[in-house]
C-alpha cells in the first residue's frame, strides 16, 4: 500500500502569513494527490485534486503543486477561516490513504 | 445537488456488528461513480475503510478487510457498511462519500458518530 506522510502535524500562523504544508508519498502516484479542509464538527471539503486542480468555488488563496512523490498546498494569504485542518489523500490502484493532517492554529 | 445521508445506531455492542446505510439523492448510483465508507475516530485522522461500484465490485482496506462488508442496492440507492467484532478502536465518525473523476471524495455525508460500548 503506498503511505503518505504530511508534514508539519501543525503550524501557527497569522491572519495574511503565506502557508505551505507538505505531503510525500511512498512511491510515485501519478498525481492522484486531493487535499481537504476540514473543521471541527464538520465533514472535510474538497479544495485541490489531481495535484493542482482547484475545486470550483474554492478561493484562489489555495494553490497545489508537486508530482511524483512530494506535493505541497500553499494558502497564499492566511484568511480567518483558513484556521483549520487540511487532510492530504492518494490514490492508487483501487486504494485510497489520508495523510495525518496539518492542524493550523492561529498566533 | 449530489447529497449524502449516514444512518445506523450510535452505540454497538464490543464484539457485535456495526451497520450503517448511506442514502444518496440528487444522484443515480447507477450512473456510475465509485461510492465510499471514511471513519475518524475523535481527535484523529481520516481512513479510508472501503469503495464500492453500482456494480457491487468492492475494495477495502487492507487492515480493515476482514471484518468489513460493503454493498449496494440499487433500488434504494443507497449503500451500506457492516464491521463486524467491533472494539473500542471502531469507535469514529463514520462518513460516506462519493468518489470523484479523480479518484478523490467530492460529495461528503454530514458523518455519523458510532461508539462501541457496553
Known amino acids: 500500500d503506498v503511505q503518505v506522510t504530511q508534514s508539519p502535524s501543525a503550524l501557527s500562523a497569522s491572519v495574511g502569513d503565506r502557508v505551505t504544508f507538505t505531503c510525500r508519498a511512498s512511491?510515485?502516484?501519478?498525481?492522484?494527490l486531493a487535499w481537504y479542509q476540514q473543521k471541527p464538527g464538520k465533514a472535510p471539503k474538497l479544495l485541490i485534486y489531481?495535484?493542482?486542480t482547484l475545486e470550483s468555488g474554492v478561493p484562489s488563496r489555495f494553490s497545489g503543486s508537486g508530482s511524483g512523490t512530494e506535493f505541497t498546498l500553499t494558502i497564499s494569504s492566511l484568511q480567518p477561516d483558513d484556521f483549520a485542518t487540511y487532510y492530504c489523500?492518494?490514490?492508487?490502484?483501487?486504494?485510497?490513504?489520508f495523510g495525518q493532517g496539518t492542524k493550523v492554529e492561529i498566533k | 445537488q449530489v447529497q449524502l445521508q449516514e444512518s445506523g445506531p450510535g452505540l454497538v455492542e464490543p464484539s457485535e456488528t456495526l451497520s450503517l446505510t448511506c442514502a444518496v439523492s440528487?444522484?443515480?448510483?447507477?450512473?456510475?461513480?465509485?461510492w465510499g465508507w471514511i471513519r475518524q475516530p475523535p481527535g484523529r485522522g481520516l481512513e479510508w475503510i472501503g469503495t464500492?461500484?453500482?456494480?457491487?465490485?468492492?475494495y477495502y482496506n487492507m487492515s480493515l478487510k476482514s471484518r468489513v462488508t460493503i454493498a449496494v442496492d440499487t433500488s434504494k440507492n443507497q449503500f451500506s457498511l457492516r464491521l463486524s467484532s467491533v472494539t473500542a478502536a471502531d469507535t469514529a465518525v463514520y462518513y460516506c462519500?462519493?468518489?470523484?473523476?479523480?479518484?478523490?471524495?467530492?460529495?461528503w455525508g454530514q458523518g455519523t458518530l458510532v461508539t462501541v460500548s457496553s
Open positions: 440528487g444522484y443515480s448510483i447507477t450512473r456510475g461513480y465509485y
Open positions: 464500492i461500484y453500482h456494480s457491487g465490485t468492492t
Open positions: 462519500a462519493r468518489v470523484g473523476q479523480w479518484w478523490y471524495f467530492d460529495y
Open positions: 489523500q492518494q490514490y492508487n490502484n483501487y486504494l485510497w490513504t
Open positions: 512511491q510515485s502516484i501519478n498525481n492522484l
Open positions: 489531481k495535484a493542482s
